[in-house]
């Protein structure tokens, strides 16, 4: 298990680079499947859950080749299908939230596809309902192996175009059936479609590739399938969840930050949600600058009064990703404030982490917190512990950031999982960090 030091409450200065975006990255490398062409992929994040995935795609027999730093090409041109029978698939497969979306484009192209249960974080229920009713709706035979916890889909003569209402908006489940269906007879319609920049780029990257897509953008996707598809060259947007974790980092430890690049267009009310919480997010042409907030940073109210709160929601809401840091820095803000996590059930517990350091938190049941922000009277103190999940765990590292003291965190493997080279880009900008093991 990784561990980090941290020697907290030092103020941090300078200028930060986002990383290309996690989950965008694992929706395009997961579309090179469809073509038998070479895909060119530019700003592909050094990443645990990345790196996985392109040795899934190695394993399958895609040829990959590192062109530079963050840009690979990808040729689908002589898959080896049987290692979808293998042990090692269910290893591979099973090691990342992101392999599911590899079934989408295995039966639009190849009339079948498979995956164990996939991995990610341990956050509550996480259903695949949506993709393989999709799936069934385009026509493909499903199965589920109870014991195995193996799924598969087949469409021996191919898949062809429906109409489908989902039932819930899913991001994975969306880039799922999109990419089947582009391959598929006919025209298919999805209406509440996810719509996050992810699914956008990926549109995009479709239809570049020779798709016909329309709706991007919008949760009413019409597809127009089409025989076949080609190569192309497609560039991952910054990592907004990377982007609202630094604004944090630098409120939380009163820094003067300048986040580069940030693609301020695609950012959607990620700026907003943190003005609420009093912090200035200052927009400087493309990068985001956050002042040192020297006296601190004050909740703002609602028209009526009522106590702020902060809640998740399909894009182009505010995404759940950046709720657990939403929490954290709510632990010094002036003022009071309700974190309402709907999607996820298990996504708030590390609060107990916090509140051991001294923050003031009532959890009031799995999906709502209330906090109650210190205005950096009382500075939260140093401890042990150990990342529960990717988000909580980059959440702990601010906290550990502003503590009084040396903290401890284990399991950083999560924190690995989505965050490039985190230690060495934080000590840039004045972080005292240490990787022990
Ligand atoms: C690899 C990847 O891209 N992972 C992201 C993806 O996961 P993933 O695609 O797995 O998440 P989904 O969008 O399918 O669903 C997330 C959760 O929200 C619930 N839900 C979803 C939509 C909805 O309208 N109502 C609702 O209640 C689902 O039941 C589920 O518990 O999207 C999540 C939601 O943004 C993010 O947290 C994950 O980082
Ligand atoms: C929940 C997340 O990732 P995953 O879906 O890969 O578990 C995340 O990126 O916050």
Sequence with gaps: MGTFQIEGGHRLSGEIQPQGAKNEALQILCAVLLTDEKVTINN?????????????????????????????????????????????????????????????????????????????????????????EGFIKLGADFRYNKEERFYGVEAPNGLKGDYMLLEEASVTGTANIVMAAVLAKGTTTIYNAACEPYLQQLCQMLNSMGANISGVGSNLLTIEGVEKLGGCEHTILPDMIEIGSWIGLAAMTKSEITIKNVNWDMLGVIPATFRKLGITVEQKGDDIYIPAHKDGYEVQSFIDGSIMNISDAPWPGFTPDLLSIILVIATQARGSVLVHQKMFESRLFFVDKLIDMGAKIILCDPHRATVIGHDFKSQLKATTMTSPDIRAGISLLIAALSAKGTSIIHNIEQIDRGYEDIEARLKAIGAKITRLD
Excluded at 48 to 63: A, F, M, S, Y
């Design 44 to 132: 592909i994040p050094d990443i645990v859950d990345v790196n996985k995935l392109i040795n899934l795609l190695r394993n399958l027999g895609v040829k990959v080749e590192k062109l530079g730093k963050g840009s690979y090409s990808f040729q689908s041109d002589a898959l080896n299908l049987e290692y979808l029978n293998s042990e090692q698939f269910k290893i591979d497969g099973g090691g990342l939230r992101g392999s599911i979306m590899i079934v989408g484009p295995m039966l639009g192209r190849f009339g079948k596809g498979f995956i164990p249960k996939p991995g990610g974080d341990k956050i509550g229920r996480r259903r695949l309902d949506t993709h393989f």
